[in-house]
T-cell receptor, first 117, second 115 residues
Framework: EAGVAQSPRYKIIEKRQSVAFWCNPI?????LYWYQQILGQGPKLLIQ????????DSQLPKDRFSAERLKGVDSTLKIQPAKLEDSAVYLC???????????????FGQGTRLTVV | AQTVTQSQPEMSVQEAETVTLSCTYD???????LFWYKQPPSRQMILVIR??????QNATENRFSVNFQKAAKSFSLKISDSQLGDAAMYFC????????????FGKGTHLIIQP
């Protein structure tokens, strides 16, 4: 079974530039998450999708971050414009279906390490 | 809001010995799930073990076991017969019993295995 795929693995941009990350979840997984992991901290949830709908984006800085999950499969996370404090690892995860009460394991991708200079 | 606290930024253990990583959490829910994840330098989070709060029996997975104390809101991870491949960051995580909300993670414990 293929895991959660993310690209790119690394990205370096200057502040005020824009950047996009891509995630392909495990086939059949309805729930998709984006987490931000700042160095020395645990991951923090940015947004959760159920199929192609957003169920929680309360911690997403909506003035600069946006995310979409078209057709309920792949997802992209965009930052525009980037700030120095956005330097972090961005992790994508998927699970079968939290909302249906099927409490299954969340599988994580290898993340994208973003450096804003 | 739920919080997860890992008070040990770093732990060191000799190969083949036993080590315990601590985790406490705060929640007003009665139904929830607790997890330990391992994050090696590759950055990919790997599930080590999970515990359902309604189960009194502590979860075990081979060399990994937990001590779940619901009243004390404590969830420690014991690694027996430590191996070099166990070296990684370990994160304790909480998930409410149902509905939306992702995982809430602690800050992690860096586990070093001394050969």
């Amino acid at each position: 079974e293929a895991g959660v795929a993310q690209s790119p693995r690394y990205k370096i941009i200057e502040k005020r530039q824009s950047v996009a990350f891509w995630c392909n979840p495990i086939s059949g997984h309805a729930t998709l998450y984006w987490y931000q992991q700042i160095l020395g901290q645990g991951p923090k949830l940015l947004i959760q999708f159920q199929n192609n709908g957003v169920v929680d984006d309360s911690q997403l800085p909506k003035d600069r971050f946006s995310a979409e999950r078209l057709k309920g499969v792949d997802s992209t996370l965009k930052i525009q414009p980037a700030k120095l404090e956005d330097s972090a690892v961005y992790l994508c995860a998927s699970s079968l279906d939290w909302l249906a009460g099927v409490n299954t394991e969340a599988f994580f991708g290898q993340g994208t390490r973003l450096t804003v200079v | 809001a739920q919080t997860v606290t890992q008070s040990q930024p770093e732990m060191s253990v000799q190969e083949a010995e036993t080590v315990t990583l601590s985790c406490t959490y705060d929640t007003s829910e009665s139904d929830y799930y607790l997890f330990w994840y391992k994050q090696p330098p590759s950055r990919q989070m790997i599930l080590v073990i999970r515990q359902e709060a309604y189960k009194q029996q502590n979860a075990t997975e081979n060399r990994f076991s937990v001590n779940f104390q619901k009243a004390a809101k404590s969830f420690s991870l014991k690694i027996s017969d430590s191996q070099l491949g166990d070296a990684a960051m370990y994160f304790c995580a909480y998930h409410p019993g149902g509905g939306a909300d992702g995982l809430t993670f602690g800050k992690g414990t860096h586990l070093i295995i001394q050969p």
